[in-house]
């Protein structure tokens, strides 16, 4: 009987051998690539509780064939076919570790993190990400495709054949009974991860204040399919941060505003208030410049490489930010923040919601209900990241995209080129200059994007210094020529503008959607958080601001600058008139509430931690987390969810109040 136990058994054990090697040799290779994050006591972390992960894994995988197999094996009617079934599924199993393991190393450097959610949603373009695949990442590409298919060919495809060739057995019903109970016993046990009422998620097994650390202690199968399970729940943030009562989050939301109770104006949407604007003229017209990808990093006004001489040349033109941050790290963050002014959440932009695809607050609907047009303006196939319908359904009349841009000179995988956007975007703007209304076009660029791609112009090389030159790759060296590029199609635009008709009463808008990378040995690199911002020709003084500000705080500010009363459900400052000195920030799950060089990050199912910032470096260092600090960060990051599920973030119905 024993024997017969262990003859049923052995392809499964024997192949969950083979899964668990392979999974654990490439994350020690990922973690000897990232040596810099480790130290001696991290790594055997990091591999004990990724050996956790990976036997959770596999018992997901192997839990159903592993229930039918001692009884299917052992008969001669369904043997030859059971067994030729599970060869196939062992394959297609295996055949789907390898290929998310091969893709990790590509992801981890653009990104910072193994494959995760920005994996799947990113599948629902192919024609984009195969275009920027095969103008970018073409070796990558062929490589991985190479070695999967040789070692799925010549390496596992006979070790699996040799573990599922079995001879023929008699075994006793008690036999089959026993080796399936058991399997079932271990394969359960391993998908749960734990003995405790929960089963094991990434939190169980995150134990460092570096993300990447507690990245690598997954495998990438789980992080992504642990995605997937989370884009159909759309996690709300109470769920994974801790709760707290809904009248307590409106009072702290509503108090961080700086605005008086008396401002807000409907009792069923609770941040709905009412804001006038400094300027007390005729409405001017608005245009929002988003720059691709453009950190703090890039600009040597910031601290930063010295590759953007047109904007450092603005920095002192108009009203600047030495201090922004950026609410997440993804273009629809950045949409969300700058064109809705919605606190960041740990679900994905409202850009790609479902309940916020129709009447969701805008900074177009609220133009468009004070007579504006409103236009958005993009390089590329305006359908990417849901923007169309979400812009559409909430208050953009016009949507001008690459398929609209006039003979364009150059078309890369994203698009026309930053100089062919820059063609058509101040044709449209004389367009709508010429009714005599007031208008807001959001202009968005792309040549600052993966593979980058962008027309030949006559730009002075950066002088790298020999260690520099050393220290960068080469994908990352093509960044920063294609930022120069950027930096060159905006000056060239903004001095056309300046010579136009509608310069005279349009107040303009440039900033980043994010930064290029992000990646630190922090659960929240906010270096990379740290982005440029520019209002040009508003009635506000020439000034350099060192305040701490978030990107949610743009719209309020503009609104103002424009004479547009702001009634709307915002929790953005006007920065006219207040001071302000906090930003919040998404890094994957963890939330960040910076305030006064004060850093709070919560975190999915494990306490808050508190960090001072050091101003110039950004160096965390860790301090005792105050009550009141946490009570701030944490209704902050709840606000999203509530506003979202509650439908608190609607452009109709509003009580209207002058």
Same mark, same amino acid.
């Given at each position: 009987?024993?024997?017969?136990?262990?003859?049923?058994?052995?392809?499964?054990?024997?192949?969950?051998?083979?899964?668990?090697?392979?999974?654990?040799?490439?994350?020690?290779?990922?973690?000897?690539?990232?040596?810099?994050?480790? #130290?001696?006591?991290?790594? @055997?972390?990091?591999?004990? !509780?990724?050996?956790? @992960?990976?036997?959770?894994?596999?018992?997901?995988?192997?839990?159903? %064939?592993?229930?039918?197999?001692?009884?299917?094996?052992?008969?001669?009617?369904?043997?030859?076919?059971?067994?030729?079934?599970?060869?196939?599924?062992?394959?297609l199993?295996?055949?789907?570790?390898?290929?998310?393991?091969?893709?990790? =190393?590509?992801?981890?450097?653009?990104?910072?993190?193994?494959? +995760?959610?920005?994996?799947?949603?990113?599948?629902?373009?192919?024609?984009?990400?195969?275009?920027?695949?095969?103008?970018?990442?073409?070796?990558?590409?062929?490589?991985?495709?190479?070695?999967?298919?040789?070692?799925?060919?010549?390496?596992?495809?006979?070790?699996?054949?040799?573990?599922?060739?079995?001879?023929?057995?008699?075994?006793?019903?008690?036999?089959?009974?026993?080796?399936?109970?058991?399997?079932?016993?271990?394969?359960?046990?391993?998908?749960r991860?734990?003995?405790? /009422?929960?089963?094991?998620?990434?939190?169980?097994?995150?134990?460092?204040?570096?993300?990447?650390?507690n990245?690598?202690?997954? !495998?990438?199968?789980?992080?992504?399919?642990?995605?997937?399970?989370?884009?159909? !729940?759309?996690?709300?943030?109470?769920? @994974?941060?801790?709760?707290?009562?809904?009248?307590?989050?409106?009072?702290?939301?509503?108090?961080?505003?700086?605005?008086?109770?008396?401002?807000?104006?409907?009792?069923?949407?609770?941040?709905? #208030? *009412?804001?006038?604007?400094?300027?007390?003229?005729?409405?001017?017209?608005?245009?929002?410049?988003?720059?691709?990808?453009?950190?703090?990093?890039?600009?040597?006004?910031?601290?930063?490489?010295?590759?953007? %001489?047109? *904007?450092?040349?603005?920095? $002192?033109?108009?009203w600047?930010?030495?201090?922004?941050y950026?609410?997440?790290?993804?273009?629809?963050?950045?949409?969300?923040?700058?064109?809705?002014?919605?606190?960041?959440? %740990?679900?994905?932009?409202?850009?790609?919601?479902?309940?916020?695809q129709?009447?969701?607050?805008?900074?177009?609907s609220?133009?468009?209900?004070?007579?504006?047009?409103?236009?958005?303006?993009?390089?590329?196939?305006? /359908?990417?990241? $849901?923007?169309?319908?979400?812009?559409?359904?909430?208050?953009?009349?016009?949507?001008?995209?690459?398929?609209?841009?006039?003979?364009?000179?150059?078309?890369?995988?994203w698009?026309?080129?930053?100089?062919?956007?820059?063609?058509?975007?101040?044709?449209?703007?004389?367009?709508?200059?010429?009714?005599?209304?007031?208008?807001?076009?959001?202009?968005?660029?792309?040549?600052?994007?993966?593979?980058?791609?962008?027309?030949?112009?006559?730009?002075? =090389?950066? $002088?790298?210094?020999?260690?520099?030159?050393?220290?960068?790759?080469?994908?990352?060296?093509?960044?920063?020529?294609?930022?120069?590029y950027?930096?060159?199609?905006?000056?060239?635009?903004? +001095?056309?503008?300046?010579?136009?008709d509608?310069?005279?009463?349009?107040?303009?808008? *440039?900033?980043?959607?994010h930064?290029?990378?992000?990646?630190?040995?922090?659960?929240?690199?906010?270096?990379?958080?740290?982005?440029?911002? *520019?209002?040009?020709?508003?009635?506000?003084?020439?000034?350099?601001?060192?305040?701490?500000?978030?990107? @949610?705080?743009?719209?309020?500010?503009?609104?103002?600058?424009?004479?547009?009363?702001?009634?709307?459900?915002?929790?953005?400052?006007?920065?006219?008139?207040?001071?302000?000195?906090?930003?919040?920030?998404?890094?994957?799950?963890?939330?960040?509430?910076?305030?006064?060089?004060?850093?709070?990050?919560?975190?999915?199912?494990? %306490?808050?931690?508190a960090?001072?910032?050091?101003?110039?470096?950004?160096e965390?260092?860790?301090?005792?987390?105050? =009550?009141?600090e946490?009570?701030?960060?944490?209704?902050?990051?709840?606000?999203?969810?509530?506003?979202?599920?509650?439908?608190?973030?609607?452009?109709? +119905?509003?009580?209207?109040?002058?």
């Amino acid at each position: 009987m024993f024997k017969s136990i262990v003859t049923l058994i052995n392809p499964f054990c024997r192949f969950t051998l083979l899964l668990l090697i392979t999974l654990s040799v490439f994350r020690f290779g990922f973690s000897l690539w990232q040596y810099e994050h480790f #130290s001696a006591l991290t790594l @055997i972390q990091t591999l004990f !509780n990724g050996l956790r @992960i990976d036997l959770s894994t596999i018992g997901y995988l192997l839990i159903l %064939p592993a229930l039918f197999h001692p009884l299917l094996a052992n008969l001669s009617l369904t043997k030859k076919h059971w067994l030729s079934f599970l060869k196939a599924y062992f394959q297609l199993t295996f055949a789907v570790i390898l290929f998310f393991e091969l893709a990790t =190393p590509a992801f981890i450097q653009e990104y910072g993190l193994r494959p +995760n959610r920005l994996f799947i949603e990113y599948l629902s373009y192919p024609k984009e990400v195969f275009s920027m695949l095969v103008a970018g990442h073409l070796t990558t590409l062929v490589l991985t495709s190479v070695l999967l298919v040789l070692t799925l060919k010549f390496i596992v495809t006979p070790i699996i054949a040799k573990i599922t060739r079995l001879s023929r057995i008699n075994s006793s019903f008690l036999s089959k009974s026993v080796a399936t109970t058991l399997m079932i016993l271990i394969y359960l046990l391993a998908a749960r991860g734990t003995l405790g /009422h929960r089963p094991i998620n990434p939190a169980f097994v995150y134990t460092s204040t570096d993300q990447l650390i507690n990245s690598l202690t997954l !495998n990438s199968t789980y992080s992504v399919a642990h995605a997937i399970k989370e884009l159909g !729940n759309e996690k709300n943030a109470a769920l @994974i941060y801790g709760k707290m009562p809904t009248e307590k989050v409106i009072d702290l939301i509503r108090s961080g505003t700086g605005l008086a109770e008396t401002r807000f104006i409907v009792d069923n949407q609770p941040s709905q #208030s *009412i804001r006038k604007p400094v300027y007390q003229g005729d409405h001017k017209n608005l245009v929002i410049i988003l720059e691709e990808s453009l950190g703090a990093q890039y600009v040597s006004t910031l601290g930063g490489l010295a590759l953007t %001489p047109n *904007i450092d040349r603005l920095y $002192n033109e108009g009203w600047s930010f030495n201090q922004l941050y950026a609410t997440g790290t993804r273009s629809v963050r950045g949409i969300e923040a700058v064109i809705t002014g919605f606190t960041p959440t %740990p679900a994905r932009s409202v850009v790609k919601l479902d309940k916020s695809q129709k009447s969701f607050f805008t900074l177009a609907s609220l133009l468009q209900s004070n007579g504006y047009q409103t236009q958005f303006i993009y390089g590329g196939e305006s /359908h990417f990241d $849901n923007m169309k319908s979400f812009f559409l359904g909430n208050g953009f009349e016009e949507i001008v995209d690459v398929d609209d841009v006039e003979s364009p000179t150059f078309i890369g995988s994203w698009g026309v080129s930053d100089e062919d956007l820059f063609v058509q975007a101040h044709k449209e703007l004389s367009k709508l200059n010429s009714t005599n209304k007031p208008f807001f076009s959001f202009i968005f660029t792309s040549s600052n994007h993966d593979p980058f791609e962008y027309p030949a112009v006559n730009i002075p =090389p950066y $002088n790298y210094t020999e260690s520099q030159l050393s220290s960068y790759s080469q994908t990352e060296l093509a960044r920063h020529k294609a930022i120069q590029y950027a930096d060159h199609a905006l000056g060239n635009f903004i +001095n056309q503008a300046k010579k136009s008709d509608y310069w005279q009463n349009t107040v303009f808008l *440039i900033v980043a959607d994010h930064d290029a990378r992000a990646t630190s040995k922090t659960l929240i690199p906010i270096k990379n958080f740290h982005i440029p911002a *520019i209002i040009l020709n508003s009635d506000h003084t020439t000034e350099r601001s060192n305040n701490i500000v978030s990107q @949610i705080d743009l719209p309020p500010t503009l609104l103002s600058l424009i004479g547009v009363t702001n009634e709307s459900p915002m929790l953005g400052h006007d920065l006219n008139k207040i001071a302000t000195n906090r930003a919040m920030m998404q890094y994957a799950s963890n939330f960040g509430y910076l305030q006064d060089n004060n850093l709070t990050i919560l975190r999915p199912d494990k %306490p808050a931690l508190a960090f001072k910032v050091e101003e110039k470096t950004f160096e965390l260092t860790p301090k005792a987390i105050f =009550p009141k600090e946490l009570e701030l960060a944490l209704a902050h990051a709840l606000w999203g969810s509530l506003a979202y599920d509650n439908q608190w973030y609607s452009s109709k +119905n509003f009580e209207r109040v002058r």
